[in-house]
Structure formats: structure tokens, C-alpha cells
């Protein structure tokens, strides 16, 4: 190999690497901003504002722009780590056997998840109306919701559509929030609530 050869070699593996370099910055410049949005909303900020998100992921405002380009990319971001969690949870194999116990087995489980996605399911009721990133992901979770719940419905009530559509009512987050926020009650005592409610409908 001639010594030009050998300089062109170089500096074609420096210019590589600093490809590489750059791409491994910004992956991490934008995983750290969406950590940050994360962060915010579960401590209780249902509309941080571009400013703080920076802030908290210690890029410059510009860095989150040129990642995300508006509040409602980054809100969409949101809800694909939001929708993560919630199949994790809900698409576990069942313990119980099929039939009524199965369907309660799903009412501890919705709890479960419920509990840990509920501040960013509140941010993203703020802004669902003016966001079709939040809607679409809202309108995925609850046709999973309804999916399952139609799998996994004893044979006898599976063409009862007063049940399912009630039931369905019953598992849904905006009952769940009901019974937390507006009514007060206690993680376990909502699950009880629910539990019951259910039985009673399946009698």
C-alpha cells in the first residue's frame, strides 16, 4: 500500500468514525429528551413546555426542535412508551382459567397498569383533542382493550353485547381515574370496587 493510499484509508476511517460518533450523540441527545418529558409529566407537570424539557435533559432548546418538530411529536413519543407498558402488562399470559376468574384476573391487571401510566394518560387527555398523535394512540389502546376483552369473555356471554359493551365500560381507564381521583378511593379499594362491580355483572 503506497503512503497516499494508507492517508486515504485513514482518513476514510476517521470520517466514519466521526459519523458514527455524531449519530451515537444525537441517538443519546434524543433518548435523554424524551427520558426528561417523561420524567416531568410523572412528577405532575401535565404541560411542560419546551424550555423545561431542555432543561431537564441538558440540551440546548434548539436540540429539541431539530429532534422533535413540535410539542405534539414529542406528546407522540410519549405514547409509544405509554402504549409499551400497557400491552406489557395486559398481553401477559393469563394465570386463571378461562372463564369468569379470567376476566377478574383482567380487572387486577388493568388496575396494575393504570396505576403506573396514569400521569401520562392525564397529560395526554390535556392535549388528545388537538393531537393525532394522542388520538391514535388512544384509539389503539382501546381497541387492544376491547380485543382482549373479547378473547377472553366466558363462551356463554360472548354474543351478549350489553355485557361486553358494559364490562368494557367497567376496564376502562376513565372509570379506573373515576374511582381514584373524583371518588378518592385507595389503589386497593378501587380494585375491590371494580372486582365487585364485575362479578355482579357476571353473575
Known amino acids: 500500500m503506497t503512503t497516499q493510499t494508507a492517508r486515504r484509508a485513514r482518513a476514510q476511517d476517521f470520517s466514519v468514525q466521526e459519523s458514527d460518533g455524531r449519530r451515537r450523540r444525537s441517538l443519546d441527545s434524543r433518548a435523554r429528551i424524551v427520558e426528561a418529558m417523561l420524567e416531568l409529566v410523572r412528577e405532575g407537570a401535565v404541560t411542560p413546555g419546551a424550555e423545561r424539557v431542555a432543561a431537564r435533559a441538558d440540551v440546548g432548546l434548539r436540540t ?20 409499551g407498558q400497557f ?52 384509539a389503539r389502546m382501546v381497541a387492544t382493550s376491547r380485543k382482549i376483552l373479547q378473547r377472553e369473555l366466558p363462551a356463554e356471554l360472548a354474543d351478549d353485547d350489553l355485557t361486553f359493551e358494559a ?8 372509570a379506573w381515574n373515576r374511582l381514584r381521583r373524583e371518588q378518592g378511593l385507595s389503589q386497593a379499594r378501587t ?12 353473575g
Open 64 to 83: 429539541v426542535f431539530r429532534h422533535f418538530k413540535d410539542m405534539d411529536s414529542l406528546y407522540g413519543e410519549m405514547s409509544e412508551v405509554v402504549e
Open 87 to 138: 400491552r406489557t402488562v395486559v398481553e401477559r399470559p393469563f394465570t386463571a382459567p378461562i372463564g369468569r376468574e379470567r376476566i377478574i384476573e383482567l380487572v387486577h391487571r388493568r388496575v396494575e397498569v393504570y396505576e403506573a401510566i396514569a400521569p401520562y394518560k392525564r397529560a395526554s387527555e390535556s392535549h388528545r383533542h388537538r393531537s393525532p398523535f394522542l388520538a391514535a394512540g388512544q
Open 167 to 174: 364490562l368494557d365500560l367497567l376496564l376502562s381507564f376513565e
Open 191 to 202: 380494585r375491590e370496587t371494580l372486582e365487585a362491580a364485575v362479578r355482579r355483572l357476571l
